[in-house]
T-cell receptor
């Protein structure tokens, strides 16, 4: 069973659209949750942490459902520059434990 | 904005050769990491390093791999005898504590031929 599972996409959406990505994780002991963004052949960059109460950063909203072991990312008013792969990432505990990455969901925003 | 710097950006090596990938973490960071990403695959943890020793390593990080912080600024990953399947993007990362401020370098693309 994959530790962090995501729909690989691609999601092809027009500019201005709202798009949602989902992610499930297998280890119920996971404590920390993140969304990273990765452009083609570049390093992952932290987009946002995900908190149990849900959190928003501009056009981006993240939700966590611990009971279902499910994480989501909503992007409103998509821009061309949002085109990238979005990586769901979990961590077993705080501190120095490794990040566990999903394979990512590819988004293409089309003019 | 502080950066994690990796060199070289691309390295081509023959199977069986040793390679050293170099990283300069952010200067006040204390935790250092290596991850790798095989083309088309997910990012995978290799090793974490703190207080001049390995704090955790994955099953990928076998005896062919070693890490070192030789001079207080560089953080290196050595692959002793490269295999074709070592071809991947290798990312160095550093953080000031545990997780907060986890910054990845731009990576070294290793191609083993």
């Amino acid at each position: 069973r994959k530790e962090v599972e995501q729909d690989p996409g691609p999601f092809n959406v027009p500019e201005g659209a709202t798009v949602a990505f989902n992610c499930t994780y297998s280890n119920s002991a996971s404590q920390s949750f993140f969304w990273y963004r990765q452009d083609c052949r570049k390093e992952p960059k932290l987009l946002m942490s995900v908190y149990s109460s849900g959190n928003e950063d501009g056009r981006f909203t993240a939700q966590l459902n611990r009971a279902s072991q499910y994480i989501s990312l909503l992007i409103r008013d998509s821009k061309l520059s949002d085109s990238a792969t979005y990586l769901c990432v979990v961590r077993l505990s705080s501190g120095n434990t490794p990040l566990v990455f999903g394979k990512g969901t590819r988004l293409s925003v089309i003019a | 904005e502080p950066e994690v710097t990796q060199t070289p950006s691309h390295q081509v090596t023959q199977m069986g050769q040793e390679v050293i990938l170099r990283c300069v973490p952010i200067s006040n960071h204390l935790y250092f990491y290596w991850y790798r990403q095989i083309l088309g695959q997910k990012v995978e943890f290799l090793v974490s390093f703190y207080n001049n020793e390995i704090s955790e390593k994955s099953e990928i990080f076998d005896d062919q791999f070693s890490v070192e912080r030789p001079d207080g600024s560089n953080f290196t990953l050595k692959i002793r005898s490269t295999k074709l399947e070592d071809s991947a993007m290798y990312f160095c990362a550093s953080s000031s504590r545990g997780f907060a401020g986890y910054t990845f370098g731009s990576g070294t693309r290793l191609t083993v031929v």
